[in-house]
Protein backbone atom coordinates (compact mmCIF):
# COMPACT_ATOMS: atom_id res chain seq x y z
CA UNK A 1 0.00 0.00 0.00
CA UNK A 2 1.36 3.51 -0.71
CA UNK A 3 2.30 5.01 2.13
CA UNK A 4 0.80 8.74 1.52
CA UNK A 5 -2.88 7.91 0.86
CA UNK A 6 -2.46 6.29 4.48
CA UNK A 7 -1.09 9.20 5.98
CA UNK A 8 -4.24 10.95 4.26
CA UNK A 9 -6.62 8.67 6.14
CA UNK A 10 -5.09 9.51 9.28
CA UNK A 11 -5.31 12.71 9.29
CA UNK A 12 -8.37 13.72 11.60
CA UNK A 13 -8.02 10.89 14.22
CA UNK A 14 -5.39 13.07 15.73
CA UNK A 15 -7.66 15.36 16.98
CA UNK A 16 -7.38 14.95 20.83
CA UNK A 17 -9.22 16.19 23.57
CA UNK A 18 -8.01 19.12 23.89
CA UNK A 19 -12.74 19.32 31.66
CA UNK A 20 -23.30 25.96 42.26
CA UNK A 21 -22.87 23.32 45.18
CA UNK A 22 -26.15 20.89 44.91
CA UNK A 23 -27.27 19.56 48.02
CA UNK A 24 -27.01 15.96 47.96
CA UNK A 25 -27.71 12.84 50.09
CA UNK A 26 -24.91 10.11 51.23
CA UNK A 27 -25.48 6.84 49.13
CA UNK A 28 -23.71 4.64 51.30
CA UNK A 29 -21.52 2.66 48.65
CA UNK A 30 -18.15 4.10 48.79
CA UNK A 31 -19.26 7.26 50.04
CA UNK A 32 -20.50 8.63 47.62
CA UNK A 33 -23.21 11.52 47.21
CA UNK A 34 -26.37 10.54 44.80
CA UNK A 35 -25.62 13.19 42.71
CA UNK A 36 -27.65 13.48 38.90
CA UNK A 37 -25.92 13.95 36.26
CA UNK A 38 -27.02 17.53 36.29
CA UNK A 39 -25.39 18.41 39.52
CA UNK A 40 -21.77 15.98 38.40
CA UNK A 41 -21.64 18.40 35.52
CA UNK A 42 -22.16 21.63 37.42
CA UNK A 43 -19.70 20.92 39.75
CA UNK A 44 -17.32 19.81 36.64
CA UNK A 45 -17.86 23.78 35.70
CA UNK A 46 -17.23 24.73 39.05
CA UNK A 47 -13.83 22.60 39.29
CA UNK A 48 -12.83 23.62 35.92
CA UNK A 49 -12.90 27.47 36.58
CA UNK A 50 -11.43 26.86 39.82
CA UNK A 51 -8.14 24.88 38.67
CA UNK A 52 -7.50 28.03 35.85
CA UNK A 53 -7.92 30.41 38.20
CA UNK A 54 -5.26 28.48 40.79
CA UNK A 55 -2.84 27.21 37.63
CA UNK A 56 -0.51 29.79 37.05
CA UNK A 57 1.74 28.48 34.97
CA UNK A 58 3.41 24.11 33.67
CA UNK A 59 5.53 23.17 31.56
CA UNK A 60 6.40 19.25 30.15
CA UNK A 61 8.03 17.72 27.48
CA UNK A 62 5.44 15.44 26.05
CA UNK A 63 6.10 12.04 23.83
CA UNK A 64 3.97 11.19 20.23
CA UNK A 65 4.25 8.02 18.30
CA UNK A 66 2.38 6.43 15.97
CA UNK A 67 2.20 3.11 13.97
CA UNK A 68 0.47 2.12 11.18
CA UNK A 69 0.20 -1.92 10.50
CA UNK A 70 -1.89 -2.98 7.01
CA UNK A 71 -1.39 -5.91 5.11
CA UNK A 72 1.87 -4.86 2.97
CA UNK A 73 3.07 -1.75 4.91
CA UNK A 74 4.53 -0.86 8.51
CA UNK A 75 5.36 2.85 9.41
CA UNK A 76 6.30 4.28 12.99
CA UNK A 77 7.00 7.77 13.74
CA UNK A 78 7.68 9.72 16.99
CA UNK A 79 8.31 13.06 18.12
CA UNK A 80 9.28 14.90 21.24
CA UNK A 81 7.25 18.24 21.72
CA UNK A 82 8.00 21.13 24.69
CA UNK A 83 5.08 22.61 26.21
CA UNK A 84 4.81 25.80 27.82
CA UNK A 85 1.56 27.12 29.42
CA UNK A 86 0.97 30.30 30.99
CA UNK A 87 -2.57 32.14 32.42
CA UNK A 88 -1.23 35.21 30.57
CA UNK A 89 0.13 33.49 26.86
CA UNK A 90 -1.66 30.32 27.08
CA UNK A 91 -0.47 27.23 25.81
CA UNK A 92 2.57 27.09 23.22
CA UNK A 93 3.84 23.45 21.61
CA UNK A 94 7.50 23.74 20.48
CA UNK A 95 8.70 20.45 18.33
CA UNK A 96 11.95 19.19 19.88
CA UNK A 97 13.03 15.91 17.80
CA UNK A 98 11.05 13.74 15.53
CA UNK A 99 12.22 10.41 13.90
CA UNK A 100 11.08 7.16 11.82
CA UNK A 101 8.50 8.17 8.91
CA UNK A 102 9.27 11.79 7.74
CA UNK A 103 5.46 11.48 6.42
CA UNK A 104 3.49 10.20 9.67
CA UNK A 105 5.61 12.94 11.30
CA UNK A 106 4.80 15.55 9.31
CA UNK A 107 1.13 14.70 8.46
CA UNK A 108 0.00 12.78 11.46
CA UNK A 109 2.11 13.94 14.78
CA UNK A 110 2.49 17.52 13.57
CA UNK A 111 -0.93 17.68 12.45
CA UNK A 112 -1.96 16.51 16.62
CA UNK A 113 0.00 19.39 17.53
CA UNK A 114 -1.90 22.03 15.22
CA UNK A 115 -4.79 20.59 16.30
CA UNK A 116 -4.55 21.32 19.91
CA UNK A 117 -3.58 25.07 19.03
CA UNK A 118 -6.73 24.93 16.76
CA UNK A 119 -8.70 23.52 19.61
CA UNK A 120 -7.64 25.78 22.38
CA UNK A 121 -8.57 28.92 20.84
CA UNK A 122 -12.34 28.34 21.11
CA UNK A 123 -12.33 26.15 24.35
CA UNK A 124 -16.62 26.92 25.23
CA UNK A 125 -16.65 25.37 21.77
CA UNK A 126 -15.37 22.15 23.01
CA UNK A 127 -15.79 22.00 26.75
CA UNK A 128 -17.78 19.24 28.60
CA UNK A 129 -20.92 21.25 29.26
CA UNK A 130 -24.34 20.99 28.48
CA UNK A 131 -23.83 23.19 25.66
CA UNK A 132 -22.07 21.05 24.42
CA UNK A 133 -22.91 17.54 25.44
CA UNK A 134 -26.28 15.29 26.79
CA UNK A 135 -25.14 14.15 29.47
CA UNK A 136 -26.57 10.42 31.56
CA UNK A 137 -25.36 9.18 34.93
CA UNK A 138 -24.59 5.68 34.53
CA UNK A 139 -23.11 4.28 38.16
CA UNK A 140 -19.84 4.60 39.64
CA UNK A 141 -16.46 2.94 39.91
CA UNK A 142 -13.17 3.23 41.48
CA UNK A 143 -10.52 4.65 39.36
CA UNK A 144 -6.76 4.15 40.49
CA UNK A 145 -8.26 3.77 43.89
CA UNK A 146 -10.90 6.80 43.96
CA UNK A 147 -14.16 6.65 43.55
CA UNK A 148 -15.54 7.74 40.40
CA UNK A 149 -19.06 8.76 38.70
CA UNK A 150 -19.72 7.54 35.34
CA UNK A 151 -21.28 9.43 32.78
CA UNK A 152 -22.69 8.59 28.78
CA UNK A 153 -21.69 11.61 27.05
CA UNK A 154 -23.73 12.31 23.39
CA UNK A 155 -22.37 15.54 21.62
CA UNK A 156 -25.34 17.95 20.55
CA UNK A 157 -23.95 18.39 16.98
CA UNK A 158 -21.46 16.66 14.71
CA UNK A 159 -17.52 18.53 14.88
CA UNK A 160 -14.00 17.29 14.52
CA UNK A 161 -13.50 18.33 18.75
CA UNK A 162 -16.31 16.96 20.19
CA UNK A 163 -16.80 12.99 21.00
CA UNK A 164 -19.19 10.16 22.12
CA UNK A 165 -18.75 7.71 24.95
CA UNK A 166 -18.24 7.41 28.59
CA UNK A 167 -16.03 9.80 30.97
CA UNK A 168 -15.22 9.00 34.23
CA UNK A 169 -15.29 11.95 37.23
CA UNK A 170 -13.57 12.44 40.08
CA UNK A 171 -16.10 11.67 43.16
CA UNK A 172 -14.17 13.78 45.38
CA UNK A 173 -12.61 16.78 42.99
CA UNK A 174 -15.15 16.65 40.30
CA UNK A 175 -12.18 16.14 37.70
CA UNK A 176 -12.09 14.40 34.50
CA UNK A 177 -9.86 11.43 35.15
CA UNK A 178 -10.84 8.83 32.43
CA UNK A 179 -12.68 8.56 29.21
CA UNK A 180 -13.32 6.06 26.79
CA UNK A 181 -14.85 7.57 23.55
CA UNK A 182 -15.24 7.95 19.82
CA UNK A 183 -15.61 11.53 17.92
CA UNK A 184 -18.70 12.47 17.20
CA UNK A 185 -17.84 13.03 13.02
CA UNK A 186 -16.59 10.10 10.96
CA UNK A 187 -13.24 12.04 9.45
CA UNK A 188 -13.30 9.79 6.48
CA UNK A 189 -15.50 7.35 4.82
CA UNK A 190 -12.15 5.16 4.86
CA UNK A 191 -11.79 5.11 8.42
CA UNK A 192 -13.68 2.50 9.88
CA UNK A 193 -13.98 3.38 13.55
CA UNK A 194 -11.68 5.04 15.92
CA UNK A 195 -11.31 4.36 19.74
CA UNK A 196 -9.95 6.86 22.22
CA UNK A 197 -9.02 6.67 25.89
CA UNK A 198 -7.74 9.06 27.91
CA UNK A 199 -6.41 9.53 31.19
CA UNK A 200 -5.40 12.09 33.63
CA UNK A 201 -3.29 12.94 36.82
CA UNK A 202 -3.07 15.20 39.83
CA UNK A 203 -0.26 16.62 40.08
CA UNK A 204 0.58 19.51 42.77
CA UNK A 205 -3.36 19.63 43.50
CA UNK A 206 -3.89 19.87 39.74
CA UNK A 207 -5.53 17.35 37.23
CA UNK A 208 -3.65 17.36 34.33
CA UNK A 209 -3.59 14.89 31.17
CA UNK A 210 -1.27 11.84 31.08
CA UNK A 211 -2.21 10.08 28.45
CA UNK A 212 -4.27 9.72 24.86
CA UNK A 213 -4.43 6.16 22.56
CA UNK A 214 -6.05 6.36 20.05
CA UNK A 215 -6.45 3.26 17.68
CA UNK A 216 -8.32 3.36 14.53
CA UNK A 217 -9.30 0.99 12.02
CA UNK A 218 -8.88 1.38 8.26
CA UNK A 219 -11.32 0.36 5.82
CA UNK A 220 -9.03 -0.79 3.26
CA UNK A 221 -7.45 -2.61 5.93
CA UNK A 222 -5.05 -1.82 8.61
CA UNK A 223 -4.92 -0.46 12.08
CA UNK A 224 -3.29 2.99 13.27
CA UNK A 225 -2.12 3.58 16.99
CA UNK A 226 -1.29 7.29 18.04
CA UNK A 227 -0.19 7.40 21.74
CA UNK A 228 0.97 11.37 23.49
CA UNK A 229 2.51 10.35 26.66
CA UNK A 230 2.60 13.63 28.61
CA UNK A 231 5.06 13.50 30.94
CA UNK A 232 6.15 14.78 34.25
CA UNK A 233 4.78 18.67 34.67
CA UNK A 234 6.36 21.20 36.70
CA UNK A 235 3.61 23.21 37.92
CA UNK A 236 3.80 27.06 39.32
CA UNK A 237 0.51 28.05 41.19
CA UNK A 238 -0.73 31.24 42.34
CA UNK A 239 0.21 30.97 45.67
CA UNK A 240 3.73 30.13 45.18
CA UNK A 241 3.62 33.33 42.79
CA UNK A 242 2.34 35.34 45.69
CA UNK A 243 4.59 34.09 48.13
CA UNK A 244 7.71 34.80 45.84
CA UNK A 245 6.30 38.39 45.40
CA UNK A 246 6.33 38.92 48.95
Not at 23 to 38: H, K, M, N, P, T
Not at 43 to 58: E, F, I, P, R, V
Not at 66 to 73: D, L
Request: net charge positive; with cysteine.
Amino acid sequence: MNSRPVARLLLSVVLVPAGATARAEDSGAGGLRSFSSAQIVEQMQQHSLAQTGDLKAYKALRHYAVEYRGFTAKMNGKMDVEVNYSAVAGKSLRIISQSGSHLLCEKVLKRAVDSEKEASEDKAATALTEANYRFRLDGSESVAGRPAYILDVEPLRESKFLFRGKIWVDAADFAVVKMETEPAKSPSFWIARTLIHYTSVKTDGFWLPQQVRSETKVRIGGTAVLTIDYGSYEVVQMTALASAGS
